[in-house]
């Protein structure tokens, strides 16, 4: 296999929503409905699709952004990772438009559930949520979207498989103590774990053991890689943007061994994502996360396609990052 | 007035008989320790009569600023001397919350270890959150305190219908964890 330099991974992404098409559901999706449950063309019911666009704009970059602003006007769906929390009218797509790409939109329009299964869309329900009312002395909430996503019990372990690939955190899930992932392989010398994060403020940068052990403040860490893993502190999880958790093999071959990786929060819930083992270009995503409305959205990539750290970055919307080469980032 | 000790307890509305809102602070001297300044954590309970939080919403916190029935609040940033503030408004707490309960705890996700008896100074005390007049505060309840990582600081009560504090400082050494199983928030 030969390293491209050309963006091959977002555009392999793009080829699996590229399958044939899932039977129409009855109420049309939304041009934005994401599915976050794994293979459209296998699970059309658990409709959240992550996954690229089929037909990529080219006048619309790719963005990993999560835009919480209402659209201004419509527009033919952006290629984009947003998770539009907006409560205007969604965008129309074209007639005969796929779904767009990797946007959660959270529209207030008729969930699109396909008959036959559990929808895992994050659109909002149909009816718009209340106005926050107010309190005597000004006291508000902002409106709660309900994302509609599996959650998980304190103390429960949970396989995050491809058609069950997402959990949400509750909120206090997402604010006790840390996070912390584990690798869990019969040599763990041959794999270490790193995470990639945007915080509220728009940094991006890297902790990956051995190179930058935390970050993005030394003297105040977020993210600090651990004895087995990479862990995040949960207490500052409002300066938190989103995160991706990737797996670099030590080995000169770049060979991945067989395993699992453990997610563990305060409460003791265990997600366990498999580490497949197999050759590798340098770096492998495994699992990515965004904080919604303080909600902490876990999702297991399953991704088929590795590449170097650096691709693996840009395939994923981080790209202020500098690199010394492929694999080193300039931390 | 003089500083209210551990257990004293006071009735609101006989000293301010229009008092319609407090304002519940917490003042803490962590003598520069900045772990300790970074994973102190407020966390206020709505109590139903089971002695549990009335739900999830009804916790409040950094990541939660406000209960679901809009009376109690969190402020992102304390004013005056106080380290972390909340308010609340008395007559809008429902019926069915019997007490509100204020507990600090030290956030466990940092990878540093530390506990409550390294605090220098504890001080909560009690403003009217109709312009901002101290009430009461309590005396230093970092006194004693030794491997605790997480303490009850006060409670507000409701007795024959009126609201009454009651200074607690009881400590926990398995941190939210201890919390949470107390009041049946779930983790």
Request: net charge negative.
């Given at each position: 296999m030969t390293i491209r330099t050309d963006l091959p991974y977002l555009r392999a992404r793009s080829l699996r929503a590229a399958q044939p098409a899932p039977p129409?559901?009855?109420?049309s999706p939304s041009p934005d409905l994401a599915d976050v449950a794994g293979s459209v063309a296998e699970q059309p019911s658990a409709s959240l699709d992550l996954s690229a666009p089929v037909v990529p704009s080219p006048a619309q970059p790719p963005s990993a952004s999560l835009d919480l602003s209402a659209p201004s006007a419509p527009a033919a769906p952006a290629v984009s990772a947003s998770l539009d929390l907006g409560d205007s009218a969604p965008p129309t797509p074209p007639a005969g438009t796929p779904p767009a790409g990797t946007s959660l939109t959270l529209f207030d329009e008729t969930p699109a559930t396909p008959p036959g299964g559990t929808s895992l869309s994050l659109d909002a329900p149909s009816q718009a949520p209340a106005a926050p009312s107010r309190s005597p002395h000004?006291?508000?909430?902002?409106?709660?979207?309900?994302?509609?996503?599996?959650?998980?019990?304190?103390?429960?372990?949970?396989?995050?498989?491809?058609?069950?690939?997402?959990?949400?955190?509750?909120?206090?899930?997402?604010?006790?103590?840390?996070?912390?992932?584990?690798?869990?392989?019969?040599n763990p010398s041959e794999v270490i774990l790193g995470l990639v994060f945007e915080t509220g403020d728009s940094r991006e940068s890297l902790v990956l053991p051995g190179l930058s052990q935390q970050g993005p403040d030394p003297r105040r860490p977020i993210f600090?890689?651990?004895?087995?893993?990479?862990?995040?502190?949960?207490?500052?999880i409002t300066d938190i943007h989103r995160l991706v958790l990737f797996a670099v093999p030590t080995r000169p071959s770049k060979q991945l061994p067989g395993g699992t990786v453990t997610v563990t929060t305060y409460g003791e819930s265990r997600l366990e994502i498999p580490l497949v083992a197999g050759p590798t270009l340098g770096a492998q995503a495994l699992l990515t996360g965004y904080v919604v409305e303080g909600r902490l959205v876990?999702?297991?990539?399953?991704?088929?396609?590795s590449g170097t750290l650096q691709q693996i970055c840009a395939a994923y919307g981080y790209r202020e990052i500098s690199w010394r080469d492929p694999y080193t980032p300039l931390v | 007035m003089s500083p209210m000790a551990k257990g004293a307890n006071i009735a609101l509305q006989r000293e301010l008989p229009d008092l319609q809102g407090v304002v519940f602070g917490v003042d803490w001297d962590t003598g520069g320790e900045r772990v300790l300044d970074d994973n102190l954590t407020l966390l206020t309970i709505l109590v139903g009569q089971n002695g549990m939080a009335l739900s999830?919403?009804?916790?409040?916190?950094?990541?939660?600023?406000?209960?679901a029935d809009l009376s109690t609040a969190q402020l992102q940033q304390a004013l005056g001397g106080d380290d972390?503030?909340?308010?609340?408004?008395?007559?809008?707490?429902?019926d069915d919350v019997s007490r509100i309960v204020f507990a600090i705890y030290l956030s466990e996700g940092s990878g540093s270890s530390r506990n409550l008896g390294q605090l220098k100074r504890l001080v909560v005390r009690l403003l009217n959150l109709?312009?901002?007049?101290?009430i009461i505060s309590s005396v230093d309840l970092a006194e004693g305190l030794s491997a605790e990582t997480?303490?009850?600081l006060a409670e507000l009560y409701r007795l024959g219908g009126q609201w009454k504090l009651r200074v607690l400082g009881v400590g926990y050494s398995s941190g939210l964890h201890g919390l949470a199983q107390e009041f049946g928030v779930s983790l």
């Open positions: 129409a559901p009855a109420v000004g006291h508000t909430r902002t409106a709660d979207h309900g994302l509609g996503l599996p959650t998980i019990n304190a103390g429960e372990r949970r396989p995050m498989t491809e058609n069950e690939p997402v959990v949400e955190l509750t909120r206090m899930q997402s604010a006790a103590g840390g996070l912390d992932a584990k690798v869990a392989v019969s600090r890689a651990t004895t087995s893993g990479v862990a995040v502190n949960l207490r500052r876990l999702r297991a990539e399953h991704d088929p396609y | 999830p919403d009804h916790v409040v916190y950094f990541n939660q600023l406000v209960s972390a503030q909340v308010e609340v408004e008395l007559t809008a707490v429902p109709d312009g901002g007049a101290s997480a303490l009850k």
